[in-house]
């Protein structure tokens, strides 16, 4: 059954305390793999896309790898307003459609 | 910056009426999807639409729960009879599929908070 599990559910960081979120994928056919954040009452905001292992996407102090297994979303340098909930999902190639990960609740404290 | 637009923002219903909820995706997106989120799911897939056309809605319970795309500018999100346990935020997103083309990220709207009591 194609799945997509983040971790830690939640992360408190000190501000300017480096770290990285994990996204593991097991899915029948990958088309893609994408990562949005989200600020409490709004919708998901696109960050990135990656398409094939070995490859690296950056913004600002954020940068996104992607192998053949997982995903990681490293933050360098936090800042409180990089809090928010990230999440990733995969969009299948059987079907096309897009499911998503559980989030990581990321605070940034000053 | 071009934007999915939903509405209404807010609904507060009593259990048994019917809920509608609209989205309005960016213009030129040929397709269409339909997401709840509550804390316990997570974002949970609904339904999605190509070309107004619904390619999956095996998420929805499909007993009161119906999506329809009557033009390109307009989807729509009906339950009827609305239950608590629909209590969540509804969020519809598009994007652009092309033939042989890399896929574009989808761009969310704001969703609709719908609270049955």
């Known amino acids: 059954e194609d799945q997509v599990t ?4 939640a992360l408190r960081l000190q501000e300017g305390e480096s770290s990285s979120l994990n996204c593991s994928y097991t899915v029948s056919g990958l088309r893609g793999l994408f990562w949005y954040r989200q600020d409490p009452g709004k919708g998901p905001e696109f960050l990135f896309t990656l398409y094939s292992a070995g490859e690296e996407k950056e913004k600002e102090r954020l940068k996104a790898t992607l192998t053949k297994k997982e995903s990681f979303l490293h933050i360098t340098a ?3 307003e990089d809090s928010a ?3 990733c999902a995969v969009r299948l190639r059987n079907n096309n459609d897009m499911r998503f990960g ?3 609740r990321l605070t ?3 | 910056d071009a934007r999915v637009t939903q509405t209404p923002r807010h609904k507060v219903t009593e259990m048994g ?4 909820m609209r989205c309005q995706p960016i213009l030129g997106h040929n397709t269409v999807f339909w997401y709840r989120q509550t804390m316990m799911q ?3 897939l609904l339904a999605y639409f190509r070309n107004r056309a619904p390619l999956d809605d095996s998420g929805m319970p499909k007993d009161r729960f119906s999506a329809e795309m009557p033009d390109a500018t307009l989807a729509t999100l009906k339950i009827q009879p609305s239950e608590p346990r629909d209590s969540a935020v509804y969020f519809c997103a598009s994007g652009l599929v092309l033939m042989g083309r890399p896929n574009s990220p989808l761009h969310f709207g704001n969703g609709t908070r719908l609270t049955v009591t």
Do not use: F, N
Not at chain 1, 6 to 9: D, I, K, V
């Open chain 1, 78 to 80: 936090p800042k409180p």
């Open chain 1, 102 to 104: 559980a989030g990581t």
């Open chain 1, 108 to 110: 940034v404290k000053p």
């Open chain 1, 6 to 9: 983040q971790s830690p559910e």
């Open chain 1, 85 to 87: 909930t990230y999440l």
């Open chain 2, 42 to 44: 997570g974002l949970e």
């Open chain 2, 17 to 20: 009426q019917e809920v509608t």
